[in-house]
């Protein structure tokens, strides 16, 4: 096994971008950038045999010129896995990946275990750089190097968590100093932060995520106030974790506007949980500003599980940062860290290329893709809304491709648990999958309410292109069953 030296790091300013004047919708929707040819790749990655011959002039191969389009009927075989009779829509958990890219996967997978020797001297990195380059010009990084390949988003915050907790071990940190994240924090990123950082003595702020929610300013105050609350008797916001689209309840962020206000009041570091970003709304890290930039890809990009990017913008701490699992690439850089982390299947990296292929059969490519899943899901949220008599919980412009409908109240849903009994009831008497938050109300807050009382539940609804209408209809009238006969609602919560 070859040993590398480390390349010398790059010094970047932190840059801001005033962006306030941007919509919400823009933010979500404006096309991908046009990107410059040619990715850039350090020496240290091209002096690797193991990147092949032609790893200096990777190019991304252009959007082809299509003719014609995939059909429905084509969506709808590529799908033709998915279990027949669920309304499936739930993209948001686990994502969804179409028949021609589990069929490169099923290649890629062959080919290693044909010859296992060639593929890791000759064929792994290299094929692992073309996806990273990709990856780079999709979401407009300086350098392929600042985009690592890693299984999910957990780890991707377990490795920006894990340099915060290392900081404060070692004495770079003050006790107390902090890390700023919203109450609906992803729970997986909430307990990175307690298990590598409240260890270490580092504490914890929480920014309410006001919900129901109408306008960024609301966000915006409220994160402004959490600022002041880690800033208080002088100690120092080291990390804020902003999401970019939270999961429960799910909203769309002001997040260049986050950043922005992070810059202007001096905390360290900001790590951006994009966990449903990447084919769901628009990705500009430069744009966005932030140190830590990570999105699955297995979500929303037809990937199949697993794999995100972590974007680490270069600075100084570049080389605090390292993959949780240490194997020989250990010290060669986070990118080269994460591209071996030992024996193990790799194909969900190499088939980026192909899922890229697939979105691309699409009109307008990417940007179509969330156009059409965006404007589909507030049309059903609207549907659903109007059949039950509540509301949507954000307003259209701060959703994606996932909305949150508010649940008639005569559900009486009163907790976590009574939400989780409805989704499985969901699940095994109408065969259509859900997820379902509870929204607990907060002190001196009123909550919205419906003709019968306060809305405590909230259905969040995904697109993905092989959903139907039919699917939305479905949940539709199931609730509405369950409306028709109170005495089943009332027996399944309080079992
Ligand atoms: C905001 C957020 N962060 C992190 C994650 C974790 O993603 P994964 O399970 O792919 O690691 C999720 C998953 O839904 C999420 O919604």
């Given at each position: 096994?070859?040993?590398?030296?480390?390349?010398?790091?790059?010094?970047?300013?932190?840059?801001?971008?005033?962006?306030?004047?941007?919509?919400?919708?823009?933010?979500?929707?404006?096309?991908?950038?046009?990107?410059?040819?040619?990715?850039?790749?350090?020496?240290?990655?091209?002096?690797?045999?193991?990147?092949?011959?032609?790893?200096?002039?990777?190019?991304?191969?252009?959007?082809?010129?299509?003719?014609?389009?995939?059909?429905?009927?084509?969506?709808?075989?590529?799908?033709?896995?998915?279990?027949?009779?669920?309304?499936?829509?739930?993209?948001?958990?686990?994502?969804?990946?179409?028949?021609?890219?589990?069929?490169?996967?099923?290649?890629?997978?062959?080919?290693?275990?044909?010859?296992?020797?060639?593929?890791?001297?000759?064929?792994?990195?290299?094929?692992?750089?073309?996806?990273?380059?990709?990856?780079?010009?999709?979401?407009?990084?300086?350098?392929?190097?600042?985009?690592?390949?890693?299984?999910?988003?957990?780890?991707?915050?377990?490795?920006?968590?894990?340099?915060?907790?290392?900081?404060?071990?070692?004495?770079?940190?003050?006790?107390?100093?902090?890390?700023?994240?919203?109450?609906?924090?992803?729970?997986?990123?909430?307990?990175?932060?307690?298990?590598?950082?409240?260890?270490?003595?580092?504490?914890?702020?929480?920014?309410?995520?006001?919900?129901p929610v109408t306008s960024d300013e609301e966000i915006i105050a409220e994160f402004r106030k959490g600022l002041?609350?880690?800033?208080?008797?002088?100690?120092?916001?080291?990390?804020?974790?902003?999401?970019?689209?939270?999961?429960?309840?799910?909203?769309?962020?002001?997040?260049?506007?986050?950043?922005?206000?992070?810059?202007?009041?001096?905390?360290?570091?900001?790590?951006?949980?994009?966990?449903?970003?990447?084919?769901?709304?628009?990705?500009?890290?430069?744009?966005?500003?932030?140190?830590f930039y990570a999105s699955n890809l297995h979500k929303w990009f037809f990937c199949p599980p697993s794999v995100?990017?972590?974007?680490?913008?270069?600075?100084?701490?570049?080389?605090?940062?390292?993959?949780?699992?240490?194997?020989?690439?250990?010290?060669?850089?986070?990118?080269?860290?994460?591209?071996?982390?030992?024996?193990?299947?790799?194909?969900?990296?190499?088939?980026?290329?192909?899922?890229?292929?697939?979105?691309?059969?699409?009109?307008?490519?990417?940007?179509?893709?969330?156009?059409?899943?965006?404007?589909?899901?507030?049309?059903?949220?609207?549907?659903?809304?109007?059949?039950?008599?509540?509301?949507?919980?954000?307003?259209?412009?701060?959703?994606?491709?996932?909305?949150?409908?508010?649940?008639?109240?005569?559900?009486?849903?009163?907790?976590?648990?009574?939400?989780?009994?409805?989704?499985?009831?969901?699940?095994?008497?109408?065969?259509?999958?859900?997820?379902?938050?509870?929204?607990?109300?907060?002190?001196?807050?009123?909550?919205?309410?419906?003709?019968?009382?306060?809305?405590?539940?909230?259905?969040?609804?995904?697109?993905?292109?092989?959903?139907?209408?039919?699917?939305?209809?479905?949940?539709?009238?199931?609730?509405?069953?369950?409306?028709?006969?109170?005495?089943?609602?009332?027996?399944?919560?309080?079992?």
């Amino acid at each position: 096994m070859t040993h590398y030296s480390l390349g010398p790091l790059l010094l970047s300013k932190h840059t801001v971008f005033d962006t306030s004047a941007l919509s919400s919708f823009e933010r979500c929707f404006r096309s991908l950038p046009n990107l410059p040819p040619k990715p850039q790749v350090t020496p240290m990655e091209n002096e690797d045999p193991r990147n092949g011959e032609s790893s200096r002039h990777h190019q991304v191969t252009k959007k082809p010129r299509l003719t014609q389009f995939i059909t429905e009927s084509e969506i709808q075989k590529e799908f033709a896995h998915h279990q027949s009779g669920i309304a499936r829509i739930n993209n948001g958990s686990f994502g969804s990946c179409p028949g021609s890219v589990l069929a490169a996967q099923r290649k890629w997978q062959l080919k290693f275990l044909q010859q296992p020797d060639d593929f890791y001297f000759n064929t792994l990195r290299k094929g692992i750089l073309h996806s990273r380059t990709l990856v780079k010009d999709l979401i407009n990084a300086d350098d392929v190097d600042e985009v690592s390949l890693v299984d999910n988003a957990t780890t991707a915050a377990a490795i920006v968590l894990q340099q915060i907790g290392r900081s404060f071990a070692d004495g770079k940190f003050h006790e107390n100093d902090s890390v700023l994240m919203l109450h609906c924090a992803y729970e997986a990123v909430k307990k990175s932060i307690q298990a590598y950082v409240t260890r270490a003595g580092g504490s914890v702020i929480e920014v309410q995520l006001p919900f129901p929610v109408t306008s960024d300013e609301e966000i915006i105050a409220e994160f402004r106030k959490g600022l002041q609350k880690g800033k208080s008797n002088g100690r120092k916001v080291r990390l804020a974790i902003i999401d970019h689209i939270t999961s429960m309840p799910s909203v769309v962020t002001p997040v260049r506007e986050l950043v922005k206000i992070c810059r202007e009041e001096g905390v360290d570091q900001v790590f951006v949980d994009a966990a449903h970003a990447m084919g769901s709304v628009r990705v500009d890290v430069k744009e966005i500003g932030a140190d830590f930039y990570a999105s699955n890809l297995h979500k929303w990009f037809f990937c199949p599980p697993s794999v995100a990017f972590l974007y680490c913008k270069r600075t100084s701490s570049s080389s605090y940062v390292h993959h949780p699992v240490v194997s020989h690439e250990y010290g060669n850089g986070l990118p080269i860290e994460s591209a071996w982390i030992g024996t193990r299947d790799y194909s969900s990296q190499l088939v980026i290329p192909s899922a890229l292929e697939f979105i691309n059969r699409f009109e307008g490519g990417v940007d179509g893709i969330m156009k059409r899943n965006h404007e589909k899901v507030v049309e059903m949220g609207k549907m659903l809304a109007e059949s039950w008599g509540t509301k949507l919980g954000a307003s259209p412009e701060m959703c994606s491709s996932m909305i949150m409908v508010g649940l008639p109240s005569r559900l009486h849903v009163m907790s976590q648990d009574d939400a989780l009994r409805l989704r499985s009831h969901l699940r095994s008497n109408y065969g259509v999958e859900v997820p379902i938050h509870y929204q607990a109300s907060r002190d001196g807050e009123e909550g919205w309410k419906d003709n019968d009382g306060l809305v405590t539940a909230y259905a969040r609804i995904s697109h993905q292109v092989y959903n139907t209408c039919v699917d939305y209809y479905k949940l539709r009238n199931a609730i509405n069953q369950l409306l028709d006969n109170p005495q089943i609602a009332q027996k399944l919560l309080a079992e």
